[in-house]
């Protein structure tokens, strides 16, 4: 239990010893990012009806201008004096009670969100919804002394928005109501404005609620974990008379407290939050998009009906006797969390040695047993969800995702996620004839369908990384255990990260290469006449590449490494690049070839990092020196930017960056976890450039891989009959090279064709032989390389060299 704790009335016989209160704000709140997505989405549905439906909004527009300007004088009066009053007078009362409260951070947060959604309103209209009535309305107008309805407007309409997004954050559920009333009347007393369009409405109020919940993921959203005192008033409320309330523990989406009550009974408090009904719909959101609709889970629309089914699944299981934790009531707090509360039987997680434990392992395989025939699926089977009684029993807990009734398929799940966590410990073979011993084959066979990683919790899948090649271990043993054949694997996600990326890969090739494609004929014609040594001699400038980039690798490694497996990492680089744009796949491979000849992984990583930092430093001075040699200002149909404009785009990427790291799981997830990284690997960075063969290989290296490639693109236009100076081709292919590095296809596929062809067009090459050289430098350094790449990858593979 926490020591350090705090006592309600101290003169109240139950006195209750408690946890420290939680943190009035949360760093991330799932609600927050629900409403940021909403408002996006809004605002990409209001800009395609302002640029797609342009004609038909302004026609709507028009009657409803004319509409509007036929309501009686006294009605107009009223209108534009309550939208002054819900847009000014209110907000401006509500700022000063809360400055006499001293609430100056929330002050501030909804001053910044309202004039944000004010500035960011105002770019909007200006780019999408330029349209006046101006001679419309005064064509209109009429001698009366309310003038006609010039208010709101769509900026306070997204500053009214924005502010009541953040506020309702901090707000009870009556006020969230009213709250959002107000926007309810400001968007129909802007329906009625006639100064402006009307049509932006959408747009507007999808600004504020993107900015509102943009600033709250800033800036932090109230908590909704109940206080010590809240909490302790709900367990009274259900007939539970705490007398100590441990600190609250995360477990998957739930709180859990450990409860000593005045009956001397040892109770566990699994809460959960409104929070995560907002959470539960993103996860469903983005697992109904990727996996097959057997993997996404039925939603609950309260969490109270959540806490129900988990109360129905130990009723199940108690009534059938199965060894778990027993229910004893159900509860809800005073802001809306729900709970249920069960015993707890003092105990310990599970360990090594009970796994290794024949008799343990066996009860094990008996609980799940038991569990299935009582009609209860576990779902989330994995060594943090077994427990043992202080008597030596196993128990199951844990039981968030549990079904009743469930499908052969989730309990295949179970058998499938039990065999994978017992293996990671005792081996294959042990965890299989210990399931096939208890449940019989019959029970074990149609686990092989699901033994596979997406059917496992992430901390499984981890597990089995460290321990080796247990999936396949484990599909042998099974399939000899139980006389069942190999039988394909279950089809669990419904697209693949992989065919988005290659259909994407695809499309933008096609769209980028077909302009140039038009001159089809002059490029067939430009093939003729090719001339057969040049092709040769870019065919051996390919070559080349992967020795020079085999030299620039082991300069980035400060230890000593082979060169012929070095130099068939490099080749096999050329496949594994296929698999993620920028050459992910090669940066993985080298990674972990490095780690298997004796580096860390950090190390490692920081080695792979230094390769391509220096190698981005050569290119960036080659490019520099090729664009002063070349003696032009443009590169090629390329115009450089200028310096102001190369020192705006550097201000938004660090204004961006700014405002990345400033929201704190970005920090948590991302910076942290990077800079331990660079910690571990700045020993081997400094042992690199303190000795200057590896600095002279490392840099050198590079040198040579972006000349060869510049040799083998000049190589080609020659093959195809010249006609620029090598100075202008190797400006183009540096410059088309930096700008395809930023696509998102692997090997800049599409992105540096249509920029390489571009730059060479631009420099005074025919389009036909520049069509001609690009594709035939693609083939010599991009595609033929692909199979030498496989069959190196495969080799590395057999010898362990990866």
């Known amino acids: 239990m ?49 640029w797609v439906a342009r004609s038909t909004i302004e026609g709507i527009e ?22 002054q009053l819900t847009t000014r007078v209110i907000p401006a009362v509500a700022l000063i009670a809360l400055l006499v409260r001293r609430r100056w951070r929330l002050v501030l947060v909804l001053v910044l969100a309202g004039w944000l959604a004010d500035a960011v309103m105002g770019a909007v209209d200006v780019g999408l919804f330029n349209r006046n009535f101006g001679d419309l309305i005064e064509s209109l107008e009429r001698d009366r002394s309310g003038g ?395 070559v080349l590449t992967y020795l020079f980039a085999a030299i620039s690798f082991q300069g980035a490694v400060a230890q000593a490494l082979p060169f012929a497996p070095t130099l068939r990492s490099q080749i096999a680089s050329a496949f594994a690049g296929l698999v993620g744009p920028a050459g992910a796949g090669g940066f993985a491979l080298n990674a972990r070839f490095l780690q298997r000849n004796g580096l860390q992984s950090g190390e490692a990583a920081a080695s792979v990092t230094v390769n391509a930092i220096g190698g981005f430093a050569v290119h960036f001075t080659l490019l520099v020196g090729f664009i002063a040699w070349s003696g032009r200002t443009g590169v090629g149909g390329l115009s450089l930017p200028t310096g102001s404009t190369i020192l705006l785009a550097l201000a938004v990427v660090l204004a961006l960056v700014g405002l990345l790291l400033a929201i704190a799981p970005i920090r948590a997830r991302v910076v942290r976890p990077l800079m331990g990284v660079l910690r571990t690997g700045l020993g081997q960075i400094s042992a690199v450039f303190r000795r200057p063969e590896r600095v002279l290989a490392l840099f050198g290296g590079s040198a040579g891989i972006s000349l060869s490639y510049v040799a083998a693109i000049a190589f080609a236009v020659q093959a195809f009959g010249g006609g620029i100076a090598l100075a202008q081709i190797g400006t183009a292919y540096l410059a088309a090279v930096a700008i395809a590095t930023l696509a998102p296809t692997p090997g800049g596929l599409g992105a540096l064709e249509a920029a390489l062809i571009a730059g060479l067009t631009g420099f005074g090459l025919a389009s036909g032989p520049a069509v001609a050289a690009v594709l035939t430098f693609r083939l010599a350094t991009f595609w033929l390389p692909i199979l030498p790449g496989w069959l190196a990858l495969v080799w590395m593979q057999r010898n362990d060299e990866i």
């Open 2 to 50: 926490n020591t350090d704790v705090d006592t309600i009335d101290p003169a109240d016989p139950d006195t209750v010893e408690l946890f420290e209160p939680p943190q009035t704000r949360q760093p991330f709140s799932p609600g927050d990012v629900v409403r940021l997505v909403v408002g996006l989405t809004l605002v990409v549905v209001g800009t395609i009806i302002g």
């Open 62 to 83: 028009l009657d409803l201008v004319r509409l509007v300007a036929s309501i009686p004088d006294p009605f107009a009066d009223l209108s534009i004096g309550l939208a």
């Open 148 to 542: 006609v309805f010039t208010y709101p407007t769509s900026h306070s309409l997204a500053s009214t928005t924005a502010v009541v997004t953040v506020a309702a954050a901090w707000s009870s559920r009556r006020w969230k109501r009213a709250l959002w009333g107000v926007v309810a009347v400001v968007v129909v007393l802007r329906l009625m404005s006639i100064t402006q369009p009307a049509f932006d409405v959408i747009t507007a109020l999808g600004i504020g609620l993107a900015v509102g919940s943009a600033v709250l993921l800033l800036f932090g959203s109230p908590s909704n974990e109940p206080r010590p005192d809240e909490l302790v008033d709900a367990l009274r409320a259900v007939g539970i008379r705490p007398r100590r309330i441990g600190r609250p523990e995360r477990s998957g989406s739930a709180l859990r407290y450990q409860v000593d009550d005045h009956d001397d009974r040892a109770l566990e408090v699994s809460l959960r939050t409104p929070d995560e009904r907002d959470a539960d719909l993103l996860t469903r959101s983005y697992r109904r998009f990727r996996f097959a609709d057997s993997e996404v889970d039925a939603g609950y629309r309260r969490i109270e009906r959540r806490i129900e089914h988990e109360a129905l699944v130990l009723a199940l299981a108690e009534r059938h006797a199965v060894r778990m934790p027993q229910l004893v009531t159900l509860g809800r707090t005073e802001r809306g969390a729900a709970f249920v509360v069960t015993d707890t039987c003092s105990g310990r997680a599970v360990s090594e040695a009970d796994l290794r434990s024949p008799g343990f392992l066996a009860e094990l395989w008996t609980l799940l047993r038991d569990l299935h025939d009582a009609g209860v699926a576990h779902r989330d089977l994995q060594l943090d969800s077994v427990g043992v009684s202080d008597d030596g029993h196993a128990r199951f807990r844990a039981f968030d995702r549990a079904h009743v009734a469930p499908s052969s398929r989730e309990r295949a799940r179970d058998v499938a996620g039990l065999l994978a966590e017992t293996a990671t410990v005792i081996g294959s073979a042990e965890a299989v004839d210990a399931a096939v011993a208890t449940l019989g084959p019959e029970r074990v066979a149609p686990a092989l369908r699901m033994l596979q990683p997406l059917a496992f919790p992430p901390a499984t899948r981890r597990r089995m990384k460290e321990a080796g090649p247990i999936l396949d271990q484990l599909r042998h043993h099974v399939s000899v255990a139980t006389g069942e054949p190999d039988v394909e694997l279950d089809r669990l996600e419904r697209i693949r990260p992989r065919t988005l990326l290659i259909i994407g890969a695809s499309t933008l090739a096609f769209y980028s290469l077909l302009p140039q494609l038009a001159n089809l004929g002059d490029t067939v014609e430009s093939f003729g006449e090719a001339r057969p040594t040049w092709l040769v001699a870019t065919a051996i400038a390919s």
